[in-house]
């Protein structure tokens, strides 16, 4: 039809409010518009459209650069058993549990004791001896 194709990306959702959380998180979610093609310069092959269609609504939440948060979050673990079901370190099976307080931002394994730390961005937190 060659008109020209916008589309729309949304950035932050996924880490505003992860499907394991119990609450909301500081991080701003935002759309994201912009040009995929101008009528003369659509792609002619339709694998190459939906390529670049794909490109561009892709999510990039985790390469999301996040902002430097001057006051401490609590209780980002909580709730992070509920998709986490084996500990990564003993491999044991529904055995994670957030540590209290939740001001630790820390979950444990009730098996092998091994502790994790969350942070803001959901990214893999340090083991502890």
């Not at 490109?55 to 996040?66: K, S, T, V």
């Not at 044991?92 to 730390?117: D, G």
Request: charged letters at 25%; one cysteine or more; hydrophobic letters at 35%.
């Amino acid at each position: 039809m060659k008109v020209p194709v916008f589309y729309c990306q949304l950035e932050g959702a996924y880490l505003h409010f992860p499907r394991w959380a119990d609450k909301w998180r500081p991080i701003r979610a935002r759309l994201k518009f912009g040009q995929l093609f101008k009528p003369e310069t659509i792609p002619d092959t339709e694998e190459q459209v939906i390529a670049d269609i794909a490109g561009a609504i892709r999510i990039p939440d985790y390469e999301m650069r996040l902002p430097q948060v001057k006051r401490r979050f609590t209780g980002l673990a909580s709730g992070i058993q509920k998709i986490i079901y084996r500990c990564p370190h003993c491999r044991h099976i529904e055995s994670l549990k957030a540590v209290e307080p939740r001001s630790t931002n820390q979950v444990e394994c009730q098996s092998c004791f091994a502790t994790w730390e969350i942070d803001l961005g959901s990214r893999q937190g340090i083991q502890k001896p």
